[in-house]
């Protein structure tokens, strides 16, 4: 080989190289095509007027809602107000049994969830999810009924189509007498991989002390549906979050890219738990304004 062949063919293979490496890292980046909101984020604002606030969240660039209640619609009334704004509902939250300080009648999981189902297939939802646990029931005997639900509930949606999920919030991963792993674990352990899955709350893992790439590794598959909210440790809320997380804490909800969750680590780890919905959610939103922020950072977010 020539001094100008062998020129040309380094260059040549440096081109080649270099389009391949460019090729491979454009294929490894990936971003949220779709960010989902959950609607209990701007539930004052659907009180007054839900479907003006189903078309405000769409002209935020939302693609996806998650529905806490419907505000006294039905089914068929809030899929039009999604079809009209070019929005879809692929979950919705419905507690496991009636709370006993509720003002009025809602729907449950474990007397109403034909009724539940049926509107979910009229919404087109996929995913059906209980949402809380109250604290009377935060014991070890209470954990192993909510798992005796959650199967019997996951084995019934799973026939109709519909995939059931538990929501947590930090006190699952708070230690119980009686029970020889957290909460958490005890719920996944004990329910059918296949009709019980995980909805798992970014923020609230967080504040219980975990990491949720443990979790993804550990069981893997088992969280198709996120909810994305940032944690800030200055300040706190007047209420110290306890209800979410069982004692008051230092430290309140933000949007989210505002606070100290590292978002590109984790969701970099969003293959492993199966991720195929992400509902940003922020309690504490004083105003669309709020949703807008998470949204803009997460519709750029690449991991």
């Excluded at 109403?112 to 059906?128: T, V």
């Excluded at 809380?132 to 019934?156: F, H, I, Q």
């Excluded at 590794?217 to 007047?238: A, I, M, Q, T």
């Excluded at 709020?290 to 690449?302: F, N, R, V």
Aim: hydrophobic content about 35%.
């Amino acid at each position: 080989m020539n001094r100008r062949t062998f020129i040309e063919s380094s260059i040549a293979t440096a081109v080649v190289t270099a389009a391949s490496a460019n090729s491979t890292w454009a294929a490894a980046v990936r971003h949220i095509e779709r960010v989902g909101i959950q609607l209990y984020t701007v539930r004052n604002l659907m009180k007054q007027d839900f479907d003006g606030t189903i078309a405000s969240v769409a002209t935020l660039g939302y693609k996806e809602v998650e529905f806490a209640g419907y505000f006294g619609k039905t089914p068929h009334e809030a899929r039009a107000a999604l079809d009209k704004n070019g929005l879809t509902s692929p979950s919705a939250h419905h507690p496991m049994e009636a709370s006993p300080t509720a003002t009025s009648k809602v729907p449950t999981l474990e007397n109403n969830l034909q009724e539940i189902i049926d509107g979910a297939h009229i919404i087109g939802q996929k995913f059906l999810v209980c949402p809380y646990l109250d604290a009377k029931s935060r014991t070890a005997d209470g954990y192993k009924r909510l798992a005796e639900s959650c199967n019997k509930v996951g084995e019934a949606t799973k026939k109709a189509g519909i995939q059931f999920a538990y929501h947590n919030h930090s006190f699952e991963f708070e230690k119980v007498d009686g029970l020889d792993n957290l909460p958490l674990d005890y719920l996944l352990s004990n329910t059918d991989a296949k009709n019980v899955k995980v909805e798992m709350d970014l923020c609230w893992i967080t504040v219980g002390g975990q990491d949720p790439i443990a979790y993804f590794n550990k069981y893997p598959g088992r969280f198709p549906l996120v909810h994305v909210k940032d944690w800030s440790k200055e300040g706190s809320d007047p209420g110290g979050n306890e209800g979410a997380v069982g004692h008051p804490v230092t430290g309140h909800m933000t949007n989210v890219g505002s606070g100290t969750i590292n978002w590109k680590n984790i969701f970099a780890h969003s293959s492993k738990a199966h991720i195929q919905h992400y509902f940003v959610e922020n309690d504490e939103a004083k105003s669309l304004d709020d949703p807008k922020a998470s949204y803009d950072y997460l519709a750029k977010l690449q991991f």
